[in-house]
């Protein structure tokens, strides 16, 4: 499954020859000012919860690709309001075969606030099954025991999770995480992107690497084949 990560908690998928861009805050990130926001390929666009850091561009890349906003329920509905041409609502634990294959909700503990204070539901994360394998995208979390449904569930290919502290899992929890969901390929996403999200990638790494696991730290704009 080729990932192409776009900074910050934004990455894409290509399974089933279809490309599944996940949380795309491009234009606001600091750090990704490399990255054309206009070029950037999508068929399902997964929102993980309501908070600008994670809606960011999707309203003008669903409408410029026209492609299938999944989220929850109240995410979904504000952003059809703000002009997304099309919506998929889930709730946790719902699940519904697309064209690329099976995305479920799953818990998050995080808040989900949308970017004019309307009620966002509840955080997730996404379970995604397909033929090409599976993923996790723990959105923003923290630790929780609920991962290990994740892994008892499903065998995954890689996770990306939140590794940046400070409003979610910091590098410690993480490798706990990546325990939970019986995954050794690991994306991190959600660090560096503001100050006190700032990590050390080289400890980072090197957690992971202790704990018999890879923690991949992609530039934006990188692509990796997992
Ligand atoms: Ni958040
Ligand atoms: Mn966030």
Redesign the pocket.
Known sequence: MKVTYYGH?CFSVVVSGKTLLFDPFISGNPLARAIEVKSVPADFILV????D??VGDTVGIAKRTGALVIANFEVAMWLEKQGAPSVHPLNHGGGFKFDFGRAKLVNAI???TMPDGTNGGN?GGFVVESVDGNFYFS??TALTLDMKLVGEATPLKFAALCIGDN??MGPDDAVKAAEFVRCREILGV?YDTFPPIKIDHAIAVEKFRAAGKTLHLLRPGDAFDF
């Open positions: 908690a993980s919860h309501g908070h850091d994670h995080h808040s989900s955080a959105g923003d409003f979610t959600h």
